[in-house]
């Protein structure tokens, strides 16, 4: 589901899998060769923001199986409104990135990532509030 306003650059791919579902919130952006694939839930807030060639997965290859078993392992993901999600990032499979969260380029996020707060590195990890001089966070 596309809300009112959602932009999806070029060469984007959008998958959802059987009864998986993809929301992406109104006026959210999704930058160029981005990957979104869900097998259950993928939701995409509000303003959110995802940069070039970011990858968000439900899903991965089930532990113990070769990938081409196909079996897969599942859990919701939910990055929050007006989130911000920089290029090349990865969003793996039960992640909860909150509302008005940065995530920096190549982060790997795995988790929570709490409401306004920026989260960097493999994994990724929390580093500092996102709030902006002047404005809340």
């Known amino acids: 589901m596309l809300g009112p306003g959602c932009d999806v ?18 006026g959210s952006f999704v930058g160029h ?6 097998h259950e839930l993928v939701i ?10 970011v990858s968000v997965r439900d899903h991965d290859h089930a532990v113990g199986h070769p990938p081409s078993s196909g079996l897969v392992s599942i859990s919701s993901v939910h990055v929050g409104k007006h989130a ?8 793996l499979r039960g992640a909860d990135i909150g509302d008005g969260a940065v995530v920096g380029a190549h982060a790997v996020v795995r988790g929570i990532v709490p409401p306004g707060m920026v989260a960097v590195g493999i994994p990724a990890k929390v580093v500092r509030s996102a709030a902006v001089a002047g404005e809340p966070a």
Not at 33 to 38: D, E, G, K, Q
Not at 44 to 53: K, P, S
Not at 84 to 91: D, F
């Open 84 to 91: 911000w999600l920089g290029a090349k990032a990865t969003v």
């Open 9 to 26: 650059d070029d060469g984007t791919t959008l998958a959802a899998y059987g009864q998986g579902r993809l929301e992406l919130g109104a």
């Open 44 to 53: 995409i807030g509000d303003g959110a923001f995802l940069a070039e060639m």
């Open 33 to 38: 060769h981005a990957t979104l694939a869900a």
